[in-house]
């Protein structure tokens, strides 16, 4: 029986009904858009940060790429945390055991003040964090105090990661789009006061971030008031035991190693690198951002169909789970192809953006990217495999897949290049297209070995 506190909200229920019953290709369309809308407002305006830092210097340009991949790592604590629990939480919801959700929710805010507390001790050992990364001298000096408010950024941002995942689940993807945009614009501009106007350094930059972020955890405090909501907080549904704990700590490990592990083998290549070069590693990180241009509605539909599939599997019905993953595929391909037209269309009038008029690193950035949009649609086919494993609890082979996309067809590459081939820095653009495009051809085997296993498992 669910108590008074465990009840849904007539929307809730109307929306998991819609998600168990809708046509399947308009569930995932309506769910993952505002997804896809705010991940590309998110690139937009994240493009727009790196052309303010590359105002102050190319240095600050490049610091800020690195320090990103750093703080990337760090992060990924929290943000796999807080995606594998919410799927144990899509999974509550589909079953339709309110109690069990209101539970997990509850005990999963719980867990991230946990990892809050542990980076706030970091913040003194900054520097020697930076070293250990092997971070060049020049860059630690340039961004040692934007690291620390970095930091301090990421433990509001565990909070709003935990708040983001949980609206997903319960299908409020326009008021996550909404909120996104209210942080972004506040983020931009901040940044541009912070660096046009008042002339200030990188370390301004990171404030404005901590401040646009602050913003979203008020918003998310007020929206959680409602107790009597089993999607609202409350202290006396906070437990440590281990049949609410386990199956979100066993859920979220796999994607916390997944996105730390990526992270790091990211910035391994940064580092890598370097040997060409300070601007190189800048050029990399452009090139990233650029590419973020095709991935951003390929992450928005992977999230949005990953949530469909675990409630849909909680419900018992693998059909239509299948029927989403079918779905999000060719969405995800679409995208994919229409990105690269777009972004291969423009890239003299985009490099130049970013080169602040120096031509040998706009040429740079170009060689680059040339490579790395090559892979554009492959990544397609790769979220849309994430999205059906996430949604069928089958995290350890999506961190296996994402590992060898770094570990085997990235850092291993490169490294054969750098010292048996002449190649030089186009050795850097050619290792993302390698690594890019592998990943999809293990992704769809392990996606079919997968989808056998399951339908053996269920008799289907």
């Known amino acids: 029986m669910n108590g008074k506190e465990t009840q849904l909200s007539a929307k809730d229920e109307e929306f998991r009904e819609f998600t168990l019953n809708a046509n399947m290709w308009k569930v995932v369309w309506q769910v993952a858009l505002p997804l896809c809308l705010y991940q590309c407002l998110g690139q937009v305006f994240g493009v727009l940060d790196t052309m303010m830092a590359s105002h102050i210097s190319s240095n600050t340009v490049s610091a800020v790429s690195y320090l990103a ?16 629990s919410s799927l144990k939480v899509s999974e509550a919801y589909g079953q339709g055991d309110f109690e069990l959700l209101k539970r997990r ?42 690291f620390r408010v970095q930091l301090l950024s990421l433990v509001v941002t565990f909070f709003n990661n935990v708040f983001i995942a949980i609206e997903r689940a319960r299908g409020e993807t326009k008021l996550i789009m909404k909120l996104n945009i209210v942080v972004i614009l506040t983020k931009t501009s901040l940044t541009a006061l912070f660096v046009y106007v008042l002339h200030g350094d990188v370390v301004m930059m990171s404030v404005a971030t901590l401040l646009a972020q602050s913003l979203l955890m008020v918003i998310a405090i007020y929206r959680l008031r409602h107790e009597h909501n089993a999607f609202g907080f409350s202290l006396k549904y906070i437990t440590l035991k281990k049949e609410i704990t386990v199956p979100m700590i066993r859920q979220s490990i796999p994607l916390i190693a997944e996105r730390a592990l990526f992270s790091v083998g990211k910035l391994m290549v940064s580092a890598m690198s370097a040997v060409y070069g300070v601007l190189t590693v800048g050029a990399l990180g452009i090139s990233n951002n650029l590419g973020g241009f095709a991935a951003a509605p390929q992450n928005g539909f992977q999230e949005g169909a990953a949530s469909v599939i675990s409630q849909n599997m909680g419900a018992g019905n693998m059909k239509r789970a299948l029927e989403a993953f079918r779905a999000v595929l060719v969405y995800n391909v679409a995208a994919g192809l229409i990105g690269y037209l777009i972004a291969i269309g423009f890239l003299p009038q985009i490099s130049a953006a970013f080169a602040n008029g120096d031509l040998e690193f ?15 649609v492959p990544l397609g086919i790769n979220a849309s495999v994430m999205a059906l494993l996430y949604g069928l609890g089958e995290t350890k082979v999506a961190m296996l897949i994402s590992m060898s996309r770094v570990f085997v067809f990235r850092v291993p590459v490169l490294w054969f290049l750098q010292n048996f081939t002449q190649v030089g820095q186009e050795s850097v653009g050619i290792v993302m297209m390698v690594s890019n495009v592998s990943v999809a051809v293990v992704a769809i085997i392990a996606g079919i070995l997968v989808v056998r296993h399951e339908k053996k498992k269920r008799n289907l």
């Open 69 to 84: 991949q750093i703080n990337s790592v760090i992060s990924a604590i929290g943000l796999g945390m807080a995606v594998g």
């Open 105 to 146: 929710i509850n005990t999963l805010y719980a867990m991230c003040g946990i990892l809050s507390a542990i980076i706030l001790l970091m913040i003194p050992f900054a520097d020697l964090i930076l070293a250990a990364a092997q971070t060049p001298q020049e860059l630690i000096q340039e961004g040692s105090m934007y």
């Open 362 to 376: 706009q040429a740079m950035i170009e060689t680059i990217f040339r490579y790395e949009a090559r892979g554009f």
